[in-house]
C-alpha cells in the first residue's frame, strides 16, 4: 500500500529556533501534500495544501510567514516552524493525495513538537 | 459547505461484541467517503472508503457502505476485539479537500 513517513517523529526545542519537519511519499509520486495540526482529543485541522513546484496554499488563519512549506519534488514535502514558541507545540501530520482519482489521502506517522 | 457528523463518544464495548459507529454528511457533488483510524501517538490509517453510491468498503472486518439517500457512511464490525480500540474518523472529499467528522474513541475491554 501507499506509505508515506515524517521525519523526525519527535523534536523538543527552544523558543524563538525554527524547525523542520519532512513528508515522503515512499512509494508512489504525490503532486499534492497537505499539512495538517492536531490539538489533543480533536479531529485534524487543515493547514495548507502543498503543490509540488508551486507555492502552498493556506488555509485561512494559517500564518504563512510562519509556517513555511515546500514541495520541491513529487516525493518531499517540508513545513517549517520559523521562530518556534509554546503555543506552536502541536502534532503535526502529513499526507499526500494518490493519483487513482479518488481524492484518497495517505497519512504519515506524524511529528511531535514541543517548543519550551 | 460540506461537513461530516459523527455520533458522540466514546464508545465502550465488550470483546466480540457489534460494533456501528454513525457517520452522516452534507456536500454537494458525489463525493469520495472514508474511515480512517488512528492509534494513540499515531497518524492516520486508511480503513476503508467508497467512490461512489452503494458502494461498499471493507477491510480488517470492517465495512461501510455508500448511502446516498440517507447520506451516510455508517461503520459496522461484527466483534471487535482489543486491537480494535483506537480513534476513528469519517471523512469526505470535497473536493480536493479532505472534511473529518470530529472523531470518536473507541475502547474495547477484554
Known amino acids: 500500500g501507499a506509505v508515506v513517513s515524517q521525519h523526525p517523529s519527535r523534536v523538543i526545542c527552544k523558543s524563538g529556533t525554527s524547525v523542520k519537519i519532512e513528508c515522503r511519499s515512499l512509494?508512489?509520486?504525490?503532486?499534492?501534500m497537505f499539512w495538517y495540526r492536531q490539538f489533543p482529543k480533536q479531529s485534524l485541522m487543515l493547514m495548507a495544501t502543498s503543490n509540488e513546484g508551486s507555492k502552498a496554499t493556506y488555509e485561512q488563519g494559517v500564518e504563512k510567514d510562519k509556517f513555511l512549506i515546500n514541495h520541491a519534488s513529487l516525493t518531499l514535502s517540508t513545513l517549517t516552524v520559523t521562530s518556534a514558541h509554546p503555543e506552536d507545540s502541536s502534532f503535526y501530520i502529513c499526507s499526500a493525495r494518490d493519483s487513482d482519482g479518488t481524492d484518497t489521502q495517505y497519512f504519515g506517522p506524524g511529528t511531535r513538537l514541543t517548543v519550551l | 459547505g460540506d461537513s461530516v457528523t459523527q455520533m458522540e463518544g466514546p464508545v465502550t464495548l465488550s470483546e466480540e461484541a457489534f460494533l456501528t459507529i454513525n457517520c452522516t454528511y452534507t456536500a454537494t457533488g458525489y463525493p469520495s467517503l472514508f474511515w480512517y483510524v488512528q492509534y494513540p501517538g499515531e497518524g492516520l490509517q486508511l480503513l476503508l472508503k467508497a467512490t461512489k453510491a452503494d458502494d461498499k468498503g471493507s477491510n480488517k472486518g470492517f465495512e461501510a457502505t455508500y448511502r446516498k439517500e440517507t447520506t451516510s457512511f455508517h461503520l459496522e464490525k461484527g466483534s471487535v476485539q482489543v486491537s480494535d480500540s483506537a480513534v476513528y474518523f469519517c471523512a469526505l472529499s470535497s473536493p480536493s479537500k479532505l472534511t473529518f467528522g470530529k472523531g470518536i474513541t473507541l475502547s474495547v475491554r477484554p
Open positions: 512509494d508512489f509520486q504525490a503532486t499534492t
